[in-house]
């Protein structure tokens, strides 16, 4: 990472999270504990953490080198760049060829019609270009070549529509492009789902600050092992816990950047009622997730503009990150979420996070401010 960005990503994490040595929850493990008394996903997930580096490493290089000719504009007019089709196509790649034997169900944001597209074919030249640039950096594919075409089709391997029954693999190439194309956080988030619940899950949060002032980090967590982090450069794996505070004036909270993405005001409202004192931690993307897997605050609170769907990919790694670290994550109605339902999440107005001693008090300041809202409205 060039100091540029390096400054960049630092300044606009907060100064009292990106100084902090590991919270003391950090403890090293020495072996990948199995999941206690049910099955273990063990193979998958290291094809997952696999496929969400090499997808992470590619994203890394085109946020350095980014130019605004990179920028498309999709039918809803958010940004997209080629890391996004780019890191898509990796992480089909590697997840086919890792786990060969295993049927294949990929639900993904991006799809590859405007990328067939006359015009675009310098684009996806590019694209296909760092696919294979990315593949060779790693030994076990350095003989792969994918053309134009297996790339437009890695790509649309996502477009399974996921559901209740079998296993499905869940995943956004790029969670807050806004934030990547800001030089800020971002996540590849991979997750996977058998019959319709989160079995593990991978974040890769390239210019999320890990220990010792080194940036990049990789959350994994497998239902009943709990959650583990490591350093993007490969440092050893250490288990991370949610912060044990009880006491929610001592709580900071994230909430996105973007207000586009979440009622800030709503935020602010729920934060005073519980006399939380810390002013917002505003970050982009799933890393939000990470950071509070590992007690770097207390609280997450997202509650997007009145007609907003969420997608599954944007909260099935996220979750159980979390959840597998001893936090909470439920709707604003106290409902855990609910990933079996296709390529939505069907859920009562937002999404909130925290540890099981504050979710109480914090379903009922959600509660309370909700209606206030509309009262005053
Ligand atoms: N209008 C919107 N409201 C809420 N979330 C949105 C909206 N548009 C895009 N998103 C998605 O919200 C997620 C990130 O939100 P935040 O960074 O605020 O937590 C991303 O998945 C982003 O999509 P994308 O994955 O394409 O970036
Ligand atoms: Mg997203």
Request: a negative charge; aromatic letters at 6%; charged letters at 25%.
């Given at each position: 990472?060039?100091?540029?960005?390096?400054?960049?990503?630092?300044?606009?994490?907060?100064?009292?999270?990106?100084?902090?040595?590991p919270p003391f929850s950090l403890l090293r493990t020495f072996a990948t504990a199995a999941p206690v008394g049910s099955m273990s996903y063990q193979k998958e997930l290291n094809a997952a953490k696999k496929a969400a580096s090499l997808a992470a490493r590619?994203?890394?290089?085109?946020?350095?080198?980014?130019?605004?000719?990179?920028?498309?504009?999709?039918?809803?007019?958010?940004?997209?760049?080629?890391?996004?089709?780019?890191?898509?196509?990796?992480?089909?790649?590697?997840?086919?060829?890792?786990?060969?034997?295993?049927?294949?169900?990929?639900?993904?944001?991006?799809?590859?019609?405007?990328?067939?597209?006359?015009?675009?074919q310098e684009t996806l030249q590019r694209i296909t270009k760092l696919v294979n640039d990315t593949l060779a950096s790693d030994n076990t594919y350095s003989g792969s070549s994918l053309s134009a075409e297996d790339v437009l089709a890695a790509i649309d391997?996502?477009?399974?529509?996921?559901?209740?029954?079998?296993?499905?693999?869940?995943?956004?190439?790029?969670?807050?492009?806004?934030?990547?194309?800001?030089?800020?956080?971002?996540?590849?988030?991979?997750a996977l789902l058998d019959e319709g619940k989160v079995v593990l899950g991978v974040l890769a949060c390239p210019n999320l600050p890990s220990s010792h002032d080194k940036v990049g980090c990789l959350f994994f967590s497998q239902a009943g092992a709990g959650?583990?982090?490591?350093?993007?450069?490969?440092?050893?794996?250490?288990?991370?816990?949610?912060?044990?505070?009880?006491?929610?004036?001592?709580?900071?909270?994230?909430?996105?950047?973007?207000?586009?993405?979440?009622?800030?005001?709503?935020?602010?409202?729920?934060?005073?009622?519980?006399?939380?004192?810390?002013?917002?931690?505003?970050?982009?993307?799933?890393?939000?997730?990470?950071?509070?897997?590992?007690?770097?605050?207390?609280?997450?609170?997202?509650?997007?503009?009145?007609?907003?769907?969420?997608?599954?990919?944007?909260?099935?790694?996220?979750?159980?990150?979390?959840?597998?670290?001893?936090?909470?994550?439920?709707?604003?109605?106290?409902?855990?979420?609910?990933?079996?339902?296709?390529?939505?999440?069907?859920?009562?107005?937002?999404?909130?996070?925290?540890?099981?001693?504050?979710?109480?008090?914090?379903?009922?300041?959600?509660?309370?401010?909700?209606?206030?809202?509309?009262?005053?409205?």
């Open positions: 990472m060039s100091s540029v960005i390096l400054t960049r990503v630092l300044c606009t994490y907060p100064s009292n999270l990106k100084t902090k040595k590619l994203c890394q290089k085109v946020q350095k080198a980014i130019l605004q000719s990179d920028v498309q504009s999709k039918s809803d007019k958010s940004p997209v760049t080629v890391a996004d089709y780019g890191s898509q196509a990796v992480v089909s790649f590697v997840l086919e060829r890792e786990l060969p034997s295993e049927s294949f169900s990929l639900v993904a944001e991006e799809d590859s019609g405007d990328l067939r597209n006359e015009e675009a391997s996502g477009k399974s529509e996921g559901g209740p029954h079998g296993r499905h693999w869940v995943l956004d190439p790029i969670d807050g492009t806004k934030g990547f194309l800001r030089g800020d956080q971002y996540a590849v988030a991979l959650t583990e982090v490591q350093s993007l450069d490969g440092s050893p794996p250490v288990k991370v816990h949610v912060s044990a505070i009880e006491n929610p004036e001592e709580a900071s909270f994230f909430e996105s950047f973007e207000a586009a993405h979440s009622l800030h005001d709503l935020s602010s409202r729920i934060a005073n009622k519980l006399g939380v004192k810390a002013p917002p931690v505003r970050i982009d993307s799933q890393a939000k997730y990470g950071a509070l897997s590992r007690g770097d605050g207390a609280i997450y609170l997202r509650f997007p503009h009145k007609g907003y769907r969420e997608k599954i990919w944007d909260h099935a790694a996220g979750t159980i990150v979390v959840t597998e670290a001893g936090g909470v994550v439920t709707d604003a109605g106290g409902n855990p979420l609910d990933f079996s339902k296709g390529r939505y999440l069907d859920l009562d107005t937002g999404i909130i996070v925290t540890n099981p001693k504050l979710m109480p008090m914090l379903l009922k300041a959600v509660r309370e401010s909700i209606d206030e809202k509309a009262s005053s409205l």
